[in-house]
């Protein structure tokens, strides 16, 4: 999410407003190696709408905003791996014992 909103004000700042559906595709699944590429093809996918016709400044500091927080998040839950996760580990166990350990299991969360 934090590459997609990136991603997104870059493409702002080019004078771009990668909206619709072939633009959304673009940001959430493209694996374009380079920026210039991917907002090569945001370029040419992205005819529909004029950026004169927003108030971008506005719609940047959003963006902006959103990219702090997205941040903060991930430094926040960056520490916490695999090994150091409680609730994953005590999921494991669980698991780990029978009747739960034979057989598919279909975890709801």
Do not use: C
Not at 3 to 31: C, K, M, N, W
Not at 47 to 75: G, P
């Amino acid at each position: 999410l934090l590459r997609v909103h990136e991603s997104f004000l870059e493409a702002l700042h080019q004078g771009i407003v990668p909206a619709g559906e072939d633009a959304q595709t673009l940001l959430y699944e493209s694996d374009l190696a380079e920026e210039t590429d991917l907002m090569s093809a945001l370029r040419q996918v992205s005819t529909r709408y004029d950026a004169r016709d927003f108030d971008i400044e506005r719609l940047r500091a959003y963006i902006d905003h959103d990219i702090r927080l997205l941040t903060t998040i991930l430094r926040s839950v960056e520490p916490i791996t695999p090994e150091r996760d409680a609730k994953l580990q005590t999921l494991k166990t669980w698991l780990a014992k029978k009747p739960l350990n034979q057989g598919k299991r279909l975890i709801f969360t």
